[in-house]
C-alpha cells in the first residue's frame, strides 16, 4: 500500500494550525475526538459550548471480536485518522469496551487515509500495512458485575460486544451477570431489555483463570485424614496427584489432578488464551514489562538488559497471590523504585516495587484515583517520584473530559491536578495531554491544544517545580515540518520532527537540557521513513521507534546528532507495538500478535542490533495453554468428557474413569472454541458447545462409537439468520431422540433429532414460549429426558421489569421435542431474581437447580417435581455457613437419588461444595475431599454415574499451574 506524507503544516510554533493565505501550510481539521456535535467542556467554560447529553445505551450483544491493545501513544502505523474508538489508555482491562469519543492522534505523524483498525489502544501502533483482527479472549468473557466495567461512554448499540455493559445494564444485581454470548436483538424487536440473560454455569468464559492466593491455614497436605487413611502419589514428570481413601464421610473418594489426566495431543496454534504485553520501563539493566493472559495479570522481570525474562513475584495487598482481572497496563521504574497502574474488578490500581523483582498492589484507596472517570494515557518517572498523564471526567462518559496529572512521590499516594487546577498557559480552547517526558526534575507535558474547530496544533509545557506550575516549551517547526515526537534521559531530551524535502521524508532532531530552548541536531534518515512514534532514554542515549513502509526500525543515538539503525521488526497482519523503552544500550519492545490467542510479542536487541532471544512462550510458568474438561457422560461400559485443548473443541474417551485417550475427528476451526456438554444415546453420542466467530455459531458434534466423530452442525436447521447469534449450550438424549438447547438471538432455541441425523428446530405452543417479545428474553441453558418427552430450564425475562424481578426461572417441557411449553416459576422469597443452570432426572423425578441473589449475594436456586415436570415445589440446597459468592456448577441424577456440586470463596479461594439427596426434596451438604478445598480455585464442571461411582471433570488453578481435575466418589 503507497501511503501518501501529509501537507506541511505551517505557522504554530509546536505544530499544525489553519491553512495560511500563501498556501505554504494545510489546515489541520480538529482532532477526530472533537465531533462537531461532542466538544468536550473548556478549560475556560466561557470559550465553548458545554457538553451535549447523550441518552442511555440499549444493550446489544457483540458484534465482532475486539482489536488487540497495542501501544498506548504510538499511531495506526499505515494511513491517518478516521474517527475511531480506541482502547481507553492504559487502565481498561484489555478486551474492555471503548469510549465513544475518540481519542486525539497523538504526535502528527498520521498518514493520510489511513484504514480504520479496530478499536486500538488509545493512539494504537498497528503496524504498517496492517488491520489486525484479534479473536474475541478466549472463551468469550463474560462481565462480572462489580469487575472490569465499562470505562467512559459506552459504543452504540451496533458496536458493543459482551463487555460493554455497565452496572446499570445488569438485571438487579444477578449473579456473576454472565451475558449471554453473542446474542443480537432480533430486527424490528424494539426496545431491548436491560441486559442479556446470564450463563451461569459456564466459568471459562469469563477468560483465564488467575488465583486470588492460598487459603490460610488451608493446605494439601501429603497425608490427609479422611476418616480413614487417604494415600498421596506423586507420579514422576507427570505433574499429578492421586488422593484416595475409605472410610465414613469421604471413603472411596479420589481426586487426580495434572495435565497428563486428559491429554492434550496436538495443539493448534491459536491455543485460546489472549495475551498481551501493554508496558515496559527499564532501569540500568533492570527491565520489567506488564500485561496478562486473559484476566490474568503478568509482571516480567528481567536483570541482563531484556536476554532473559522470569515472572516477578507479585502479591495482593494481604500478601496473597493476586486475583483475576487485577491487571496492570502501564509501568515506570527510576532509582527509586518502580510503580504499575492498571485495573482491578470494579475500579483502578497500582502496584509497587523497590527493585522491581517483587511487587505488591497497594490498598484499594490509591487505585481509585484511577478508576473508571479517569483515563491515563502515559506514566513515567521523575527524579522527585512518578507523573501520570490522561483525563479526567466527572460524568464519567468522558464528554466532559479535561486534562489531568497525577503526581504522586512513592506510587501509592496520588494527587490529582485536571482541569482549570491543572495550570496549563491556555487561554482559550481544550487541552487533550497524550504524553509526557522527564530529564532530572524537569517535566514535559505533550498535548493537543484546540483553540475552535478549524485551529489546533501540537503544544508542549514544561514545568520544574513537580507540576505546580507550566510554560510552553517552543521547538522550532522549520518550513515542510510536521508531528512532534518527545522524549527524556538522563542527559536532556530529544525532539524529532518529520521532514519533507525532494520527495523524501526523514526526522530532524532538535535537542534541549532544560526543556526550555532547543537546538537543531542531527538528522535521522532510513530507506522507507515514515514517521517516528516513539523516543525512549538512558545513560547511553537515546532510541527512536520508526515506521518505516516494511518494518519497525530502532534508530539509535549517543548525543541526538548522529542516528544509526539498531534493530529491525518484521510487521507481519496484526502486530502491534504497546511499549518501548531502552536498558543501557539495549532497546526492548513490547505488544502483541492478533494472531494465535492473540499472543503477545517481546522483542530486545543488543548494542549492535542484534535481536535477542527473548519470547513470552518460554518464560517457565508465564503462559498456560488452554485445557479445559466441562462434561462427562457414561454409557454401556464407556465414558466420555468434553471440553478444550489449545482453543479446540476437545473429546477424551475411556473406559474406567482412570485413563483417558484424546479421540479423533473432532473439527479444528478457525477461532477458539469449546464442547460443553455430551450425552449418550440409542443413535451414539452427541456433544455441543460453541465457537468464536462472530456472531457466535454453534458446534455440534457426532458419534456412532465415541471414539470417531463428525460435525453435524452444517445442517439447515443449525444456520442462524443474518447477524444473529446462534448458540448451542447443552444436549440430552432419552427413548425418543435427541434435543439441543441454547439461544437464538434473545430468544430460546431448541432442536430435536430422531437419530443425529436429520434435525430440526423446536417450536413454542404459546406465543412467548421461545421467542423473545420486545423488551423481554428467554435463555435455556440445560435439558433432560424423562419419561414423558423432554425438559429444558432456563430464565426468562419479560416485558414488565419494573414491576418483578429482572429474571425469573423458567421449565420447557415437551412430549416429543419439538412443541415447548413455557411454565414461569416464583423468584424464591428472599431472592431479588434468579435463573436455572441444571437439570436431572432420575424416572419421574426431576431436579432443577440454579442461583439468583439475595441481600447476601448470590443464593442457591431450586425446585422438584415428582410428575415428571407439571407441577413444581422448592427445594433450595444449604450453603455452609460463611460461603460467599456462590456458584452452581454440575448436578446429576444417580440410582439412590441426586448429587450436586457448587463452588464459594472469591476468586483465587474457590473450594467445592458437594450436596447430596435422596429425592430432590431433602439437600444435605457433603464433606468434600481436601483436594477440593484447598490453595487456589477448585471446580467440578460435569457429573456422571460410572458403575457404582460419581465421576466429576473440572479444573484446579493455582498461581503457578491450571490443571484438569478428576473426582470420583461412592454413588451412596
Known amino acids: 500500500m503507497s501511503v501518501t506524507p501529509p501537507t506541511p503544516p505551517a505557522g504554530d510554533p509546536n505544530g499544525e494550525r489553519a491553512a495560511q493565505p500563501d498556501g505554504e501550510g494545510a489546515a489541520l481539521p480538529p482532532p477526530n475526538w472533537l465531533a462537531a456535535d461532542d466538544q468536550p467542556e473548556s478549560l475556560l467554560p466561557d470559550d465553548l459550548p458545554g457538553p451535549q ?7 446489544s450483544p457483540p458484534q465482532g471480536p475486539p482489536a488487540p491493545e497495542p501501544f498506548p501513544y504510538a499511531q495506526q502505523i499505515p494511513e491517518p485518522p478516521k474517527p475511531v474508538d480506541p482502547f481507553p489508555y492504559a487502565q481498561q482491562i484489555p478486551d474492555t469496551p471503548t469510549p465513544s469519543a475518540p481519542e486525539p492522534f497523538p504526535y502528527a505523524q498520521q498518514i493520510p487515509e489511513t484504514r480504520r483498525s479496530s478499536d486500538p489502544f488509545p493512539y494504537a501502533q498497528e503496524i504498517p500495512d496492517n488491520k489486525p483482527q484479534a479473536p474475541e479472549p478466549f472463551p468469550y468473557a463474560q462481565q462480572i458485575p462489580q469487575g472490569g466495567l465499562a470505562r467512559g461512554p459506552q459504543p452504540d448499540a451496533a458496536n458493543r460486544t459482551i463487555t460493554d455493559h455497565t ?10 451477570a454472565q451475558q449471554i454470548p453473542g446474542t443480537t436483538p432480533p430486527i424490528g424487536a424494539g426496545v431491548q431489555p436491560v441486559a442479556p440473560p446470564p450463563v451461569i454455569d459456564e466459568p471459562w468464559r469469563a477468560g483465564g483463570k488467575s488465583t486470588k492466593g492460598a487459603k490460610r491455614g488451608v493446605k494439601k497436605p501429603l497425608f ?14 507427570g505433574g499429578f496427584f492421586l488422593l484416595t481413601g475409605d472410610g465414613k464421610d469421604g471413603a472411596g473418594e479420589s481426586v487426580t489432578v495434572g495435565d497428563k489426566v486428559f491429554p492434550a495431543g496436538q495443539l493448534s496454534a491459536q491455543d485460546g488464551r489472549a495475551r498481551r504485553l501493554t508496558g515496559v520501563d527499564a532501569v540500568g539493566t533492570t527491565v520489567v514489562a506488564v500485561g496478562g493472559e486473559d484476566s490474568r495479570g503478568w509482571f516480567l522481570v528481567s536483570t541482563d538488559s531484556g536476554r532473559t525474562f522470569a515472572p516477578a513475584a507479585v502479591h495482593d495487598t494481604d500478601g496473597d497471590e493476586p486475583g483475576p482481572g487485577e491487571m496492570p497496563n502501564l509501568i515506570a521504574g527510576s532509582s527509586r523504585g518502580w510503580v504499575a497502574i492498571g485495573t482491578r474488578p470494579g475500579g483502578g490500581t ?14 484499594d484507596p490509591a487505585g481509585n484515583q484511577f478508576g473508571a472517570k479517569s483515563h491515563v494515557k502515559r506514566l513515567i518517572s521523575t527524579d522527585s517520584g512518578f507523573v501520570a498523564v490522561g483525563e479526567t471526567s466527572a460524568r464519567g462518559d468522558f464528554r466532559d473530559s479535561v486534562p489531568a496529572v497525577w503526581t504522586s512521590a512513592d506510587g501509592s499516594r496520588w494527587e490529582e491536578h485536571s482541569g482549570g487546577h491543572l495550570g496549563l498557559p491556555i487561554r482559550k480552547g481544550t487541552v487533550s495531554l497524550y504524553d509526557a517526558a522527564a ?16 485551529h489546533a496544533g501540537r503544544k508542549i509545557w514544561r514545568s520544574t517545580n513537580g507540576g505546580k506550575s507550566w510554560t510552553e516549551s ?39 537540557k532544560d ?16 514517521f517516528t512514534t516513539r523516543i525512549a532514554g538512558s545513560d547511553k542515549g537515546f532510541a527512536a521507534l520508526v515506521a518505516r513502509g516494511r518494518d519497525l526500525l530502532v534508530s539509535r543515538s549517543a548525543d541526538g546528532r548522529t542516528w544509526q539503525d539498531g534493530g529491525t521488526l518484521d510487521t507481519p497482519d496484526g502486530r502491534s507495538a504497546n511499549g518501548f523503552a531502552l536498558s543501557s544500550d539495549q532497546p526492548v519492545l ?13 522483542a530486545a536487541w543488543d548494542g549492535s542490533g542484534t535481536r535477542l532471544p527473548a519470547d513470552p512462550a518460554r518464560v517457565p510458568g508465564l503462559v498456560r495453554p488452554d485445557r479445559s474438561v466441562a462434561a462427562v457422560d457414561a454409557s454401556a461400559g464407556k465414558v466420555v468428557a468434553v471440553g478444550s485443548a489449545g482453543g479446540d473443541a476437545a473429546v477424551w474417551t475411556g473406559s474406567d474413569g482412570r485413563t483417558w485417550a484424546k479421540a479423533k475427528g473432532v473439527p479444528t476451526r478457525s477461532g477458539p472454541q469449546r464442547l460443553q456438554s455430551v450425552v449418550s444415546g440409542k443413535a451414539g453420542w452427541l456433544a455441543v458447545g460453541s465457537d468464536q466467530n462472530s456472531p457466535r455459531r454453534p458446534l455440534v458434534l457426532t458419534s456412532a462409537d465415541g471414539n470417531a466423530w463428525q460435525a453435524a452442525d452444517s445442517a439447515a436447521p443449525f444456520q442462524p439468520a443474518r447477524n444473529t447469534a446462534l448458540a448451542t449450550y447443552s444436549a440430552a438424549a432419552g427413548p425418543k431422540g435427541y434435543v439441543i438447547v441454547g439461544e437464538d438471538g434473545l430468544s430460546g432455541a431448541v432442536w430435536f433429532s430422531p437419530d443425529l441425523k436429520s434435525w430440526q428446530r423446536g417450536r413454542s405452543t404459546g406465543d412467548d414460549g421461545l421467542i423473545a417479545r420486545p423488551n423481554s428474553n428467554r435463555w435455556l441453558r440445560d435439558a433432560a429426558s424423562t419419561p414423558n418427552g423432554f425438559v429444558a430450564v432456563g430464565g426468562v425475562r419479560d416485558p414488565k421489569i419494573g414491576q418483578g424481578p429482572a429474571a425469573r426461572p423458567g421449565v420447557w417441557t415437551s412430549p416429543d421435542g419439538t412443541q415447548w411449553t413455557l411454565q414461569r416459576l416464583p423468584v424464591p422469597s428472599g431472592l431479588a431474581d434468579g435463573s436455572l443452570t441444571s437439570v436431572a432426572a432420575r424416572d419421574s423425578s426431576l431436579v432443577a437447580l440454579g442461583t439468583g441473589v439475595g441481600s447476601t449475594g448470590p443464593a442457591p436456586v431450586g425446585y422438584v417435581s415428582s410428575d415428571g415436570g407439571k407441577s413444581w415445589r422448592e427445594s433450595r440446597p444449604p450453603l455452609p455457613q460463611g460461603a460467599r459468592d456462590f456458584q452452581l456448577t454440575a448436578l446429576t441424577a444417580t440410582p439412590k437419588g441426586f448429587v450436586a456440586t457448587g463452588i464459594t470463596g472469591r476468586a483465587g479461594t474457590r473450594d467445592v461444595i458437594v450436596w447430596t439427596s435422596a429425592t430432590g426434596a431433602d439437600w444435605k451438604l457433603a464433606t468434600a475431599p481436601s483436594a477440593l478445598r484447598g490453595t487456589g480455585d477448585q471446580e467440578v464442571d460435569g457429573l456422571t454415574v460410572l458403575d457404582d461411582s460419581v465421576l466429576g471433570v473440572g479444573s484446579s488453578v493455582t498461581q503457578k499451574a491450571e490443571q484438569p481435575l478428576l473426582w470420583s466418589r461412592p454413588v451412596g
Open 167 to 176: 452496572i446499570a445494564d445488569q438485571p438487579s444485581g444477578f449473579p456473576y
Open 350 to 363: 497500582v502496584w509497587t516495587s523497590a527493585e522491581g523483582r517483587e511487587w505488591r498492589r497497594q490498598p
Open 515 to 530: 526543556g526550555g530552548s532547543w537546538t537543531k541536531a542531527g538528522v535521522l534518515q532510513t530507506p522507507g521513513y515514515r
Open 224 to 237: 490427609i485424614g479422611l476418616a480413614g487413611l487417604v494415600v498421596v502419589v506423586i507420579a514422576a514428570g
Open 53 to 59: 447529553e447523550s441518552g442511555p445505551h440499549p444493550v
Open 439 to 454: 530529564s532530572g526534575s524537569t517535566l514535559l507535558l505533550e498535548g493537543i491544544h484546540t483553540v475552535d474547530a478549524k
Open 590 to 602: 513490547v505488544g502483541q500478535d492478533a494472531h494465535g490467542g492473540p499472543a503477545a510479542l517481546l
Open 474 to 512: 517552543v521547538v522550532p517547526v522549520p518550513k515542510g515540518t510536521r508531528g512532534l515526537v518527545v522524549g527524556g534521559g538522563p542527559t536532556g531530551f530529544v525532539a524529532l520532527r518529520e521532514v519533507t524535502d525532494g520527495g523524501k521524508t526523514y526526522a530532524q532532531a532538535f535537542l534541549s
